[in-house]
T-cell receptor
Framework: ETGVTQTPRHLVMGMTNKKSLKCEQH?????MYWYKQSAKKPLELMFV???????ENNSVPSRFSPECPNSSHLFLHLHTLQPEDSALYLC?????????????FGPGTRLLVL | DQQVKQNSPSLSVQEGRISILNCDYT??????FLWYKKYPAEGPTFLIS?????DKNEDGRFTVFLNKSAKHLSLHIVPSQPGDSAVYFC???????????FGKGTKLTVNP
């Protein structure tokens, strides 16, 4: 399998649940990103990892907890979310965290919080 | 405050004609801009970029124009094809940062 994959593609969870989103890239990249796209809002950067180290946390609430065990995998652990957290969560990767490198996106996980 | 604005949520053009998608930005420190294209149920894919040292970048049917004084950029697609129907996102960044700031997107429909 090639490119950037995300699982699950759809997720419905209650506010007391704990769930995790998974992203995997098969491109040999070293940087990975989590983005959030809410309805009628711009795509927002949440976290950046470069060589497994977090280099950016864009003021994301602590109910979102990222994990990057290696350069190919990125997780987003979710707990005690709110209905307003319902959105499309996109993962991306790039060869490095330099802007000269194009970011490649996964298909996203559509999350609904009830 | 929205730093990147795409004021037209949708645009419809005829096949073979020119599509012009507009983007305005407020952050004068932005020095690199990108356009992404997104089909339903897929992630955005990179389309074309431009550095602030240029005012035009062309790649096949796609041309991006940058007007720094007006803080405005536009994406021209000519000739437009039905397969170009997608949502187009404009994004800006400053100082080589990996932090892209996206607009809300414009949905382009190219009618056969």
């Amino acid at each position: 399998e090639t490119g950037v994959t995300q699982t699950p593609r759809h997720l419905v969870m209650g506010m007391t649940n704990k769930k995790s989103l998974k992203c995997e890239q098969h491109l040999g990249h070293n940087a990975m990103y989590w983005y959030k796209q809410s309805a009628k809002k711009p795509l927002e950067l949440m976290f950046v990892y470069n060589f497994k180290e977090q280099t950016e946390n864009n003021s994301v609430p602590s109910r979102f907890s990222p994990e990057c065990p290696n350069s190919s995998h990125l997780f987003l652990h979710l707990h005690t979310l709110q209905p307003e957290d319902s959105a499309l969560y996109l993962c991306a990767s790039s060869p490095s965290d330099s802007l000269s490198e194009t970011q490649y996106f996964g298909p996203g996980t559509r999350l609904l919080v009830l | 405050d929205q730093q990147v604005k795409q004021n037209s949520p949708s645009l419809s053009v005829q096949e073979g004609r020119i599509s012009i998608l507009n983007c305005d930005y407020t952050n004068s420190m932005f020095d690199y801009f990108l356009w992404y294209k997104k089909y339903p149920a897929e992630g955005p894919t990179f389309l074309i970029s431009i550095s602030s040292i240029k005012d035009k970048n062309e790649d096949g049917r796609f041309t991006v124009f940058l007007n720094k004084s007006a803080k405005h950029l536009s994406l021209h697609i000519v000739p437009s094809q039905p397969g170009d129907s997608a949502v187009y996102f404009c994004a800006g960044s400053q100082g080589g940062s990996e932090k892209l700031v996206f607009g809300k997107g414009t949905k382009l429909t190219v009618n056969p």
